[in-house]
Nanobody, 124 residues
Framework: QVQLVESGGGLVQAGGSLRLSCAAS????????MGWFRQAPGKEREFVAAISWSGGNTYYTDSVKGRFTISRDNAKNTVYLQMNSLKPEDTAVYYC?????????????????WGQGTQVTVSS
């Protein structure tokens, strides 16, 4: 069992930065790949970024490449999403999730555990 709690969301102007954190409970955190997803009002949940259990592999959706960075600290049971050069279209609720199959890290239904989400709002 893994419980996930996101934090770090807020309101920021376009071009600004935010750092999201996702704190996990449970001793098995380091065995899970971790992903960040987001959902804007009226839209489906979409994949943003993922990091493998060791931190050795990362993957991003095209729209955030070069702007967002995912990282993890297994000693602290925490995964991060550094978001720079934010745009209004990045506005959404951001969720972290845990998955054991790297081959399907972009697929929301493959994830076993989810956090409750944190709101990110980017004003123009």
């Amino acid at each position: 069992q893994v419980q996930l709690v996101e934090s770090g969301g807020g309101l920021v102007q376009a071009g600004g930065s935010l750092r999201l954190s996702c704190a996990a409970s449970g001793r098995t955190f380091s065995s899970y790949n971790m992903g960040w997803f987001r959902q804007a009002p009226g839209k489906e949940r979409e994949f943003v970024a993922a990091i493998s259990w060791s931190g050795g592999n990362t993957y991003y959706t095209d729209s955030v490449k070069g702007r967002f960075t995912i990282s993890r600290d297994n000693a602290k049971n925490t995964v991060y999403l550094q978001m720079n050069s934010l745009k209004p279209e990045d506005t959404a609720v951001y969720y972290c999730a845990a998955d054991k199959d790297w081959l399907v890290v972009t697929t929301a239904r493959a994830y076993e555990y989810w956090g409750q989400g944190t709101q990110v709002t980017v004003s123009s």
